[in-house]
């Protein structure tokens, strides 16, 4: 099986955000993604957000561009104002023209 | 009102729960609900309240609610404008905070609506059944006039907004309303065993997780400040006030005067939170929730609601 | 039948419930009910059935249920062929999907059967103990059917059939069954309150949820096209009127016959969707779920349900 | 006792749920229920357990519970060390594992004390509201007597006993209690519809579940020998004998002895297994699982209970 | 602590397959697997499948060879019939032996 | 975006080590963490623990140095005791200061 070289971007975000970053993510142009649920601990205090339900973890495999583009939208727009964590990493994935 | 009608409230076993689950928290028993069961709760009881309001909706019409809506907009104005004002001028508060914590002032608290009526159920006292629908009115203004406050270019009023408007909590009540006013009384009594039967306990299990969120958010009261936790029961106090002058004023029985203050004196710790964590990002939650959920909603269950009866009492 | 049965039918709490949640939906207010409730309460609504007929078998015996058996078994077979040469011929629809689509029709939807008891039961209709036992009969055999009509070599028939087979749906409409008829009524007494008292409310809160469900799916229908929209409504009538005949030649009560008939014109949207796309992952969902859960569902909760009791009550 | 107690015990709804949901998992049909039901029903059961022994208090007062709570207290350190002697000398286990089975031996099952308390009621047979009290009680001490007999160096003890008696089963029980003794009766009423009845069929829905795991453990009989398995009934045989004779020495009811005794020769599957797993981490869970909830709790369900009050009304 | 390196394959797949996929994943030597829930979009329609429930999101450290048939699996079995997503990236692990 | 690199360490465990799990991963150095909830099966038994709920599986972007500590504490009180399977990723993030 031929694979190529994608990142995998992993955002953490309080309940509130998942709506528009979910729009925003496909505004910079990633073709799917998959949410989950999670609970955690980071600067914000614990369950000061947790009124508003479980924070989710959103992941999209990416191409670097795509990748990049959501860093500096979430850097932008959510980093100064909201609970929210994101990481890249690298990954490989078959049928590379669907990333 | 005397001290036995905070005793007899404080026994009745919604507040009981309540009261027994939150010193259970802070004593760090696992007294907490199954996750699940949380928002089924919370759908419940928004659908079972709004088919009792429609059902009586159905009975009275709609003919004498125009002037308690138009009270309760007014209402949704007043209350948060009184909190915003207390807030800067006696608590100190940036501009942002205050907003933040008087949208949650000007809206309401769904919870403290059902006690206030199972209580006055429990007592036999009548109110009007359109109560519900100023429970969505009133859900919706206060937040609205809160956020415009202190809004900026960067708040997404809009969204927040509708958001609000169509959020799940508005949309089960005035759900349950619809189909409670359209089938009328006669055609719901096969779900009576679910939506009244079933009431008052799920009330309680409700409020066992409840009395474990405000454990949690009494242990900020410290970091929050005490000039915020004087504030959170002189607000309801003030606004409970308005709203059993407004009741009786405009001609609502003794029952309808006593929820109407309490809808104005409970703070929302659901709606609210969500949409200025969405409008005003950098208001604290820290402030917000601790006031609303930490001392507000306790202190209107156990002290406020028989205080609103009596006031009602007094004034209708 | 009248308008006035429709109006009836129209304003009982279930099908309220359902119109009221598809409007909220399409109007996008997020009446949605919190995720864990849906598969507790549709176990529940199978569990109770279960009980409910298993008791009923318990005081009539099962001699007189073999005749009905074959039949449900016979329109288990006839009605996916009906759907499949209408799909095929008129619908031009291709084999893989009309197989899939037609697997839909052959097979049932338990709650359209849940909302005909409850509405015979409303109105006093008595009907055989026996018929949730057809409803488990049905909901395989259309399904086996109609897969048949199209495997190929990919096709993991056997295992489709033994997951529909065993599956929650079967498994909790055989266990109810099976607890009803050993433990029979007077033992049951006890459970009552939960299985009896609380069935209706359930199934108010149960379409709650399918009426966006519905109305979700309602959005694809353009793209699924009209040929296919019109079939959605006439397959059921074809099939309604078969199961009501068949009913009536066995010999059935006219609330059993009401029943067969709805049995025969219901289409599958849970057993079905997860056996089809198992056993035929080729055929597209957006066709077979949209016709389904978009457009039979909804017209056999409010047009169809009235009309095949007026047709069992012309018949019997 | 004769064969018709026995028959008539598995035909009451609770325990043919459980044995009809039994053998359904081993011929592998899918009558699990939903995840999120299994959490919300043991909370409910045992805050309902609990505001039933809290209200029974209210009436009768603590005067006469204290004798009682010693007794339980008493077969807390008993009841462990019989099974622990039992399993090293005649079952061949090591140290370890053997005070991991016993534990589970000491401490109790709350749905079986459900299903003795449902059983009894059903019956007519009365008992002293205390026993919620006993439960409590019994199910942390025979933890905490089991795992001191195995404990080493890098066993958390104290935080292995603090998390059992804060957990969620300790918790709601109290919960339950407490707020049931601070309302009394008559305040209770409005919520009598949920805790009281609605019991019953909580209960069956549980056991539903309760079935499949049982039967899932079943499956590891073998692997855990045949001396263990008989093991399994002999040590509720034993234990349960000990709690009827301890029951009717301090002169507890007929009921109260038979709920005694059950207590005593129930097995833990859900404090005790998180308790052993932190304290005892290389004791093997294939063991004490299995043995609690694969035989010993089947067991007493369909022959331990209908037997244990046979003794009990021989020795009242 | 010594570390080994091994891959971690990630699949995401419309709930149906669930069971099949685990045991092909078995089947091609992987010797643990995580699952948990997810939804999503992708290249399918949104909602179309979720009737059968939300998607699953499987992991599974395995050994360059595992994850290669694994993949090879996927592409043959799955990547035409049925909403499946994968993705390939490295990881270290401690106990190299159990993977 | 500028970003830097750092350690994903994700840890699946049966769900009675999570509280200590967590205290153990701050002890470390850690100042984030989430929680999702999986399961799964590997060398323990598949049900076995499951009575005591869903295992977790926790993921953390810590320096180096973190995870190494992390993976250290692993190896000396959990996988002998418990069932306990983790894993380490080279990521990229944004904030580097934050982890
Ligand atoms: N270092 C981290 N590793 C993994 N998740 C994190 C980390 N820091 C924060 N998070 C997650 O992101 C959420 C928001 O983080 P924060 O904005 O730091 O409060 C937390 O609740 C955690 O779920
Ligand atoms: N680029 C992606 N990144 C992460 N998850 C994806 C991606 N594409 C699809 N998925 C997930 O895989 C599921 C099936 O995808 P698809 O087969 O493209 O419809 C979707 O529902 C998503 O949960
Ligand atoms: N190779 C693996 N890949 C992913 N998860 C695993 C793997 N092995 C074990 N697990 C997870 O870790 C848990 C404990 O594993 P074990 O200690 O091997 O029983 C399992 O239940 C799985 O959820
Ligand atoms: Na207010
Ligand atoms: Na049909
Ligand atoms: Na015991």
Redesign the interface.
């Known amino acids: 099986m031929n694979t190529v070289t994608r990142q995998l971007i992993t955002i953490v975000a309080e309940a509130v955000v998942e709506r528009r970053l979910i729009d925003d993510l496909k505004a910079c142009g990633a073709r799917g993604y998959s949410v989950g649920h999670v609970s955690g601990e980071g600067a914000t205090g614990r369950h000061l957000l947790a009124l508003n339900g479980p924070s989710v973890r959103i992941e999209s495999v990416v191409t670097d561009e795509v990748a990049q583009a959501i860093l500096d939208r979430l850097a932008r727009d959510y980093f100064e104002r909201f609970a929210v964590v994101a990481w890249l990493s690298t990954v490989q994935v078959a049928r590379g023209d669907r990333f | 009102m005397d001290g036995a009608a905070i005793v007899d409230n404080l ?3 919604p507040v ?2 309540f009261v ?2 939150l010193l ?1 928290a802070l ?11 949380y ?2 709760l919370s ?2 009881l928004l ?1 079972a309240i709004g088919l009792k309001g429609g059902r009586a909706l159905a009975d009275s019409g709609l003919a004498d609610a125009w002037a308690p809506l138009l009270a309760a907009a007014g209402l949704g104005v007043v209350t948060p404008l009184v909190a915003f004002v207390l807030l800067r001028a006696l608590g100190r508060i940036g501009r942002t905070d205050a907003a933040g914590i008087a949208a949650h002032y000007g809206s309401v608290s769904a919870v403290t609506f059902t006690v206030i009526v ?1 209580t006055l159920d ?1 007592r036999g006292t009548a109110h009007e059944g359109y109560m519900a629908g100023l429970l969505a009115v009133l859900e919706v203004v206060g937040i609205v006039v809160a956020i415009s406050l202190a809004r900026d270019s ?1 708040t997404r009023f809009g ?1 927040a907004v509708g958001e609000v408007v ?3 909590s ?3 009540l ?2 349950g309303i ?2 409670g006013w ?3 009384g006669e ?2 009594a ?6 009244t ?2 009431f ?3 009330l ?2 409700f409020l ?1 997780e409840m009395g474990a ?1 405000a454990a ?1 958010r009494l242990r ?1 009261v410290r970091t929050a400040g005490w000039r915020l936790a004087v504030l959170a029961v002189a607000i309801p106090l003030l606004n409970g006030t308005v709203g059993a002058l407004v009741g009786a004023a405009i001609g609502l029985s003794t029952g309808g005067t006593a929820i109407l203050a309490t809808l104005a004196a409970s703070a929302s ?2 709606a609210a ?2 949409a200025v ?2 409008a005003l ?2 208001a604290s ?2 402030l917000y ?1 601790t006031a609303s ?1 930490g001392i507000t909603f306790p202190f209107n269950l156990v002290v406020g609601i028989p205080l609103y009866i009596a006031l009602a009492e007094a004034l209708t």
Chains 1, 5, 6 share one sequence.
């Open positions: 026994l009745s076993p009981l729960a027994v689950s259970a004593l760090r028993f696992d007294l907490r609900l199954p996750e699940a069961l928002p089924i759908s419940y659908l199972a429990s960067s969204r169509r959020g799940r508005i949309s089960f005035l759900g619809v189909i359209m089938a009328g055609r719901l096969p779900v009576d065993p679910v939506f039967g079933l008052t306990g799920a309680v299990l066992v969120l949690e900020d710790y659901i939170p969500a964590r969405i990002p950098k939650p820290g929730v959920l």
